[in-house]
């Protein structure tokens, strides 16, 4: 019976480990997420990006009125829209979301006298859903040892 409990309990604690390392050794795939946003004295439309984390994200940057830019910090990425005859009026940029938390975006060329607060947030959530599975393997392992060691 002893036996029978130990070997129960590596056979859950080899399945939660595996579990574990198989989660942290798999990049989270996304799906690609398209924004326009438009620039404007002195501010994004939209304000708030939010995306998951494997995504990969376009965003196609325009603007309403003078020359802008785009930069998105921790990911050390922009562009910029020169509003000058023959320039693009539209640029793209294009990443994959592989870093979770918030970041601030902001205008990378001087727009006026409000430039400094012209930002908005790209929100990149995170995707670990191997986590809770891991998490389960775990309390239930813990459950039916402690099940079998208490009917003992």
């Known amino acids: 019976m002893r036996a ?6 590596l056979v859950v604690l080899g ?27 002195w501010e994004y439309e939209p304000s708030v990006i939010e995306v998951n984390q494997g995504d990969t994200v376009i965003i196609r940057l325009k ?16 562009t910029a829209i020169i509003t000058k005859e023959g320039w693009p009026r539209e640029r793209v940029i294009k990443f994959v979301a592989d870093k979770p938390g918030v970041f601030t975006y902001r205008c990378n060329v ?16 995170p995707n670990n859903p191997e986590r809770g599975v891991s998490l389960f393997a775990i309390i239930l392992g813990i459950a039916v040892t402690g099940y079998y060691i208490a009917r003992r």
């Open 4 to 9: 029978g409990v130990i070997l129960l309990a």
């Open 15 to 41: 399945i939660s480990v595996l579990t574990i390392s198989s989660a942290q050794n798999t990049s989270p795939k996304g799906t690609t997420k398209e924004f326009t946003v438009i620039a404007k004295q």
């Open 63 to 78: 603007s309403a009125d003078v020359s802008h830019g785009l930069f998105i910090e921790g990911y050390d990425i922009g």
């Open 110 to 125: 001087t727009c006026g006298p409000y430039h400094p607060f012209m930002t908005g947030k790209l929100i990149v959530k």
